[in-house]
């Protein structure tokens, strides 16, 4: 991507995992880009603020604008508890904005999930009918209902477990792991991870390139919670035995929060933007920092990619 582009990004979430790791990405190849945030006092220049718990501004967008829907309720227990709070940023608030935008001719890309899927088979691609059964994913299924009828303006990423430094779990599980103390991971608990770089990656693609419809930015192999806790276990160094099985199910999380299948096919994404989706593993060594990944893994046909680390 190159920093002479006209686009303007306005990332809706720039202070979660994913739309902090976005706005760095956009700093450092110089894109102009503003995001919204929840934090008091708003003290940079590039951000405002936004709850999308609250009613709405009118916001202000123009035809080179590339608006990411970043922000979201994403924890499932949390809109299984709270689903009234959940309905409207999950839904109302995507929905509006989305309309805000396409109507001052700015293009949208929402972030989906592979829980819009009942997790009954692996691999399911992205022309495949939704089946949602959790309140989180029946949410997001109803948001991308909506979207979809705003045309090729709206371009609709589904995703997987992003891998990253975000990951307060994996984060716990390296420190304990460290210190030669035990941990309990669970084995009936699939995840199909990518790495947060290629998530980064392919959402400013999709934006820059204005490549509508349905996109699959997720893990095309899974693996459980347990397999990647003795994963971490031997890229770490540490005894294998100290990762415990523990169940999901036992644990109470209910069945419709753990499908037995989450991975999720490409489809064309290689062929449309070059980011190549790795095994389960090769997506958790990068997303953990064992492994590199740089732009230069991207096939870029117009060159409008800086080749830089991410």
């Not at 790791?21 to 590039?46: F, G, H, W």
């Not at 999901?248 to 299948?261: M, N, Q, T």
């Not at 489809?267 to 920092?289: C, F, H, K, P, S």
Request: aromatic share 4%; with cysteine; proline share 4%.
């Amino acid at each position: 991507m190159s920093a002479n582009t006209s686009a303007r990004y306005c990332v809706i979430g720039g202070s979660g995992a994913i739309g902090s790791a976005l706005m760095k990405s956009l700093s450092a190849q110089r894109i102009e880009a503003i995001a919204s945030t929840r934090r008091q006092p708003v003290d940079r220049q590039n951000e405002f603020y936004l709850d999308l718990g609250a009613d709405l501004p009118e916001l202000s967008f123009s035809a080179r604008d590339v608006v990411v829907l970043t922000a979201s309720m994403t924890r499932l227990a949390e809109c299984r508890l709270e689903p009234e709070l959940a309905r409207r940023v999950n839904v109302d608030a995507q929905v509006l904005i989305a309309e805000q935008a396409v109507k001052k001719g700015a293009f949208v890309v929402f972030l989906s999930t592979n829980q819009v899927f009942d997790g009954t088979k692996s691999g399911v691609g992205p022309d495949e009918p939704r089946s949602p059964r959790s309140v989180y994913g029946k949410l997001k299924a109803e948001a991308e209902s909506a979207l979809s009828r705003l045309g090729d303006s709206v371009a609709i990423v589904r995703l997987s477990k992003v891998v990253g430094p975000h990951l307060d779990l994996f984060q716990r599980w390296r420190r304990e792991l460290s210190r030669g103390e035990t941990i309990e991971a669970f084995d009936d608990l699939l995840l199909a991870p990518i790495a947060m770089a290629k998530v980064v990656a392919g959402v400013e693609l999709i934006g820059l390139r204005r490549l509508g419809g349905v996109w699959h930015l997720g893990g095309s192999d899974e693996i459980s919670y347990l397999q990647a806790g003795r994963h971490l276990a031997c890229l770490l160094g540490a005894d294998a035995r100290l990762v415990v099985s523990a169940s999901a199910a036992k644990a109470g999380i209910p069945v419709e929060e753990r499908p037995p299948r989450v991975s999720m096919a490409p489809g064309n994404l290689e062929t449309a933007i070059g980011v190549r989706i790795g095994d389960a593993l090769e997506e958790l060594d990068i997303g953990l920092g064992f492994a590199d990944w740089t732009r230069t893994d991207i096939c870029s046909r117009s060159g409008e990619i800086i080749p830089q680390a991410m």
